[in-house]
């Protein structure tokens, strides 16, 4: 087969000049395409020798792992809510010290920057002039509120608040459980919640405290010896039970039943107008006659 470019009339080099500097002759004469794929071969190059057609390098063993592609998280941290001085500043210490655990604030320094971030309003001012620079900056700023928002006699506040609270119309035995929780544990902070003290005081309370009288005998007739928890589990099945039961009727037309009357009288006693009019002209002539009687 007769390649492309080559010349097949003799050619004299001269031995002073390399061969690769003699311009080759092209053939103008037209070469079909497919002869000249099938007579040019491209030699492979050393990447492509040394991977075989399964894919794998050849002189080693098996396949060659690519290292992965690392997976990279990006944390958002939680926004802080912005505390006025509206609320109480111990339900928002509570709520704050959470959001320094979830966003894995762990220097004191750290989270005060961000409660001074978070103060608006007048609890603004009332840390005016602090600096989140010290590990005791966070106590001054708790502190500061503490004297701006809170109450002097909070035990006994709570206390008073504990004895006269009781279910409120519309609201649920959850709320209420978790308010009774909550001023017990600002009325006496030092005493455990979970003790038998608390406990009994707790479940004297919520059942004292409930709206509906139904609830409340049933409480002290099936949970007089339970502790708080299972009472409250007992409420909530009562309130269950008695939301799945189907409504009464409450209302009854009076009048539809009149209407049905009066059409049942009509079909079995026809002329019931007539003996009516009957008897309305008599009732005047019998009158008279009883008159007349009695004189």
């Known amino acids: 087969m007769a390649t492309i470019g080559a010349d097949t009339r ?17 053939d103008t004469k037209a070469v079909p395409l497919a002869s000249i794929a099938t007579s040019v071969s491209v030699p492979p190059t050393s990447q492509e020798s040394a991977v075989g057609s399964s894919g794998q390098i050849s002189g080693m063993a098996g396949p060659v792992a ?3 592609v690392p997976t990279v998280v990006m944390k958002q941290p939680e926004p802080v809510r912005p505390y006025t001085g509206t609320t109480s500043y111990k339900a928002y210490k509570e709520y704050f010290e959470m959001i320094c655990v979830c966003n894995e604030w762990n220097t ?8 001074l971030v978070a103060m608006d309003g007048a609890a603004s ?3 005016r002039g ?13 502190e500061a509120l503490s004297r701006r928002f809170g109450f002097v006699d909070e035990p006994e506040r709570a206390m008073r608040r504990f004895e006269v609270r009781k279910q409120l119309e519309g609201e649920t035995l959850a709320v209420f459980e978790q308010s009774l929780r909550m001023l017990h544990r600002e009325a006496w902070p030092k005493t455990d919640i979970k003790s038998q003290e608390a406990d009994s005081l707790l479940r004297r309370k919520l059942v004292d405290g409930i709206l509906d009288i139904e609830l409340q005998k049933y409480l002290r007739l099936h949970a007089a010896s339970d502790d708080f928890a299972t009472t409250v589990s007992k409420a909530r099945q009562f309130v269950h039970a008695i939301a799945k039961k189907p409504a009464l009727r409450t209302s009854v037309n009076y009048q ?30 019998s009158t008279a006659t009883t008159g007349n009687r009695n004189k």
């Open 108 to 115: 004191p320094t750290e989270c005060a920057r961000h409660l």
């Open 66 to 68: 690519l290292p992965p």
């Open 256 to 285: 539809t039943i009149v209407d049905g009357m009066r059409e049942v009288l009509d079909e079995v006693f026809p002329d019931r107008g007539r003996m009516v009019e009957v008897n309305t002209a008599q009732a005047p002539n």
């Open 125 to 127: 001012e009332a840390v």
């Open 130 to 142: 602090l600096k989140a620079e010290k590990d005791t900056d966070l106590a001054l700023m708790w």
């Open 10 to 26: 003799p050619t004299s080099v001269s031995l002073g000049v390399p061969l690769s500097t003699a311009a080759p002759i092209v």
